[in-house]
């Protein structure tokens, strides 16, 4: 298949630091042509992803500005009539889609990493039929709309060759990873902590709109020897603390599209013990890879039965679900059904 992707145009592919979805979207191309599709990227200009056939591009540097948005959904429809692919995956605004829908029988396939406008979907399909398809990172996030038929859940991955678990390791503390803010649950953490009297190692970093979470609710507890704050971490350091957590936290408060440190603490064989808040309940199977519980208490509860858990089988459940080729062959699946 030609498969053309697009991704919102500020940061390039593969990303120079973080980059959420435009790692996501470097694997996939790289997997993608791997099995032997051509792969097209609208993207920054600055992209380098070496995957791809082509890469275009967007003229309009910004994803919000009206001007710059019909810049792009205008260049959007030249790119498709030049290379004419057989299906368009989008991880870019659905404005962008509109002059294409409307002019071609190209097929699309949207897909969401975060919150989705029930109004703008509504629109997109009606206008594209038959031609539009969907797709987010955790069946919680469609489970109020219609039409459920063009909706599919295809969660995130990791990449479960560089993440995995080294048995000669010892397990000796609690880890937290994430952006450090109150929808995180870090406070909360920490007090699982200090009602078990375990280590717990917190890692991320801390934005300036959050400074005063930080200062009032973590910072006062980096005196205790049992809480220790290592600071923004790298891939090489986040393999480090997980493969010495006993068990990673994950004490969320918001309606988390996925977590993607889930799979990364369960590609390390590490359980993750989780408040069941947006899509823990589809990653985590209670007693097999960790723990979904309801309230703190419980996840107190749960500290003394992480033992019980088989690091191994939370190794091969991560491998069986969230491996880059599992998540690319759902995806290519999906186009094969709706190009055919």
Not at 12 to 21: D, E, K, Q
Not at 114 to 119: A, H, M, P, T, V
Not at 285 to 308: H, L, R
Request: aromatic share 10%; net charge positive.
């Amino acid at each position: 298949m030609r498969i053309l992707i697009t991704v919102d145009p500020e940061i390039p592919v593969p990303p120079s630091g973080y980059g959420g979805i435009e790692r996501i979207v470097s694997s996939l191309s790289k997997e993608f042509a791997k099995r032997g599709h051509e792969v097209f990227l609208l993207a920054n200009p600055k992209s380098t992803e070496e995957s791809a056939v082509k890469i275009f591009g967007w003229k309009g540097a910004s994803s919000v500005k009206n001007r710059d948005i019909r810049i792009n959904a205008f260049q959007l429809k030249t790119v498709v009539k030049e290379i004419k692919p057989d299906v368009i995956h989008s991880f870019s605004r659905l404005l962008y889609l509109y002059p294409t829908l409307l002019t071609t029988k190209i097929m699309v396939v949207q897909s969401y990493q975060r919150e989705i406008s029930k109004y703008s979907t509504k629109l997109a399909n009606f206008i594209g039929g038959k031609k539009i398809q969907f797709t987010a990172c955790g069946a919680h996030m469609f489970k109020k709309f219609t039409g459920k038929k063009k909706w599919h859940a295809i969660h995130n991955f990791t990449d479960t060759d560089f993440f995995t678990d080294d048995a000669t390791v010892s397990k000796e503390y609690l880890f937290w990873l994430g952006r450090i803010e109150n929808i995180k649950g870090t406070k909360e953490a920490i007090h699982v902590a200090l009602e078990t009297n375990q280590q717990l190692i917190i890692a991320g970093n801390i934005e300036k709109r959050h400074q005063p979470y930080f200062l009032n609710a973590v910072k006062p507890h980096l005196s205790n020897p049992l809480i220790k704050y290592v600071g923004l971490v790298d891939d090489e350091q986040k393999l480090k603390w997980f493969r010495g957590a006993k068990a990673f936290l994950f004490p969320i408060k918001w309606e988390e599209p996925f977590g993607i440190v889930m799979a990364e603490s369960m590609a390390c064989g590490t359980p993750v013990i989780a408040l069941n808040r947006g899509s823990v309940n589809e990653v985590i199977e209670n007693g097999v890879n960790g723990y979904k519980v309801e309230t703190i208490s419980e996840i107190i509860a749960s500290i003394s039965k992480i033992n019980e858990i088989d690091r191994e089988k939370v190794r091969k459940d991560a491998e069986n679900r969230f491996s880059i080729e599992v998540i690319a062959a759902k995806y290519l699946g999906l186009f094969g059904k709706i190009v055919r």
